[in-house]
């Protein structure tokens, strides 16, 4: 059984794992072209938006011990870099950010109900992490904040809601049944509570993996939230007895948004089974490998010990 500071190491790799290596796969023919040029960093394979919001949002984390959404904007808008592949709403509001617009101004200048992308989500894993001894309420509604800053519609807030309290979960070894009640209890929108009732349907009669193009028909696996959250939930539940190269080959073959749908399902099979399951080979081909590793400890560092002296996060703010 995996201790508790392996999963937290464990979700923040096989994520990143799981983006670097569904990347060369996402998108169309163009994107797939582009990142035949751009997907290797000194020979190593390249992780993209994904896992560096996620850096992010753990480091804001590690700096503030709470969501402190100026904090976290500023470290969004400062690491946009468009070589790892932002969305496109998103890539125009993280540089308003850099110019010196408020995020709240920001968040609604290009869609003005908010986005409905996946991108609140596929950073969202560590929130669970970090807010997993707490009460459902205080991680919903600090997932919400943190999402909030870039995805300010109810379905994008609901995705990063979904991925949180699912990592949150399988760190703490539930079941799939407690996991797809928690889940539906704490989501807000039609959109995502019907996809989530489909998934259900799906997994909970075998616990075993559908065929993957019946998986993209009934789940979706594009780039809006409500087509891959739930698509990931279900990967992550369904293979996380398998090995994490199953996980892999399963999402390329599920196909659509494969770096996103890998980063969010990585997450939920590395907080179920820990790095020390992840294959070291595949680890070696990571970009900045020993970087992501460290950051990784010293989050699990962190969690553990405010768990431990059952502080928990801080509810100032946030
Ligand atoms: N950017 C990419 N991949 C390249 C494009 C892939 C391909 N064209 C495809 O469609 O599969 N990947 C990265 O972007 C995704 C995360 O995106 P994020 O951060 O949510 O961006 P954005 O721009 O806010 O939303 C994504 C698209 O969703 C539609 N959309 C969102 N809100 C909308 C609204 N309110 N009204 C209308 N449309 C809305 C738009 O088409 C946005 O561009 C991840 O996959 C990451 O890996
Ligand atoms: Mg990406
Ligand atoms: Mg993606």
């Known amino acids: 059984m995996p201790t508790h500071h392996d999963r937290i190491c464990g979700a923040v790799l096989a ?5 670097a290596f569904g990347a060369p796969y996402e998108g169309g023919v163009l994107e797939q072209l582009l ?3 751009l997907g290797r960093q000194q020979g190593k394979r390249r992780w993209t938006d994904d896992t560096q919001m996620s850096v992010d949002v753990i480091e804001s984390l590690l700096a503030c011990k709470r969501v402190d959404q100026d904090d976290l904007a500023q470290r969004f808008a400062q ?5 790892r592949g932002y969305g496109p709403g998103a890539a125009k509001l993280l ?3 850099r110019q010196g617009e408020p995020w709240q101004v920001a968040h609604r200048a290009i869609y003005a109900n908010g986005s409905f992308g996946n991108g609140g989500a596929m950073r969202a894993a560590p ?9 459902r309420e205080q991680l919903v ?3 919400q904040a943190a999402t909030r800053i870039t995805h300010a ?16 979960l399988v760190s703490q070894g539930a079941s799939a049944p407690e996991i797809f009640k928690q889940v539906r209890l704490s989501l807000e929108t039609v959109d995502m509570l019907n996809r989530l009732a489909v998934a259900k349907q799906l997994l909970l009669p075998t616990l075993s993996p559908a065929p993957p193009q019946l998986v993209a028909r009934e789940l979706g696996n594009g780039i809006r939230a409500k087509d891959s959250c739930v698509t990931a939930l279900y990967i992550g539940l369904a293979l996380r007895e398998a090995p994490f190269s199953g996980l892999l080959s399963y999402t390329r073959a599920v196909g659509g948004d494969t770096d996103t749908i890998g980063a969010m399902a990585g997450a939920i099979w590395g907080a179920a089974c820990g790095y020390r399951q992840l294959p070291e080979k595949l680890l070696q081909e990571l970009e900045q490998r020993q970087y992501l590793e460290r950051l990784a400890r ?3 560092e962190a969690v553990v010990q405010m768990d431990g002296q059952g502080s928990g996060p801080s509810s100032e703010g946030i």
Not at 15 to 19: H, N, P, Q, T, V
Not at 153 to 165: C, K, N, S
Request: proline share 2%; net charge positive; no cysteine.
């Open 15 to 19: 994520s990143a794992l799981g983006d």
């Open 35 to 37: 990142w035949r040029i």
């Open 79 to 83: 690491s946009y870099r468009w070589s």
């Open 95 to 97: 540089k308003r950010i």
């Open 127 to 135: 929130l669970g992490l970090f807010y997993g001894a707490a009460q």
């Open 141 to 143: 509604q600090a997932v």
């Open 153 to 168: 519609h109810p379905v994008g807030l609901d995705g990063a809601v979904l991925i949180a309290v699912s990592v949150a």
């Open 298 to 300: 010293r989050f699990a």
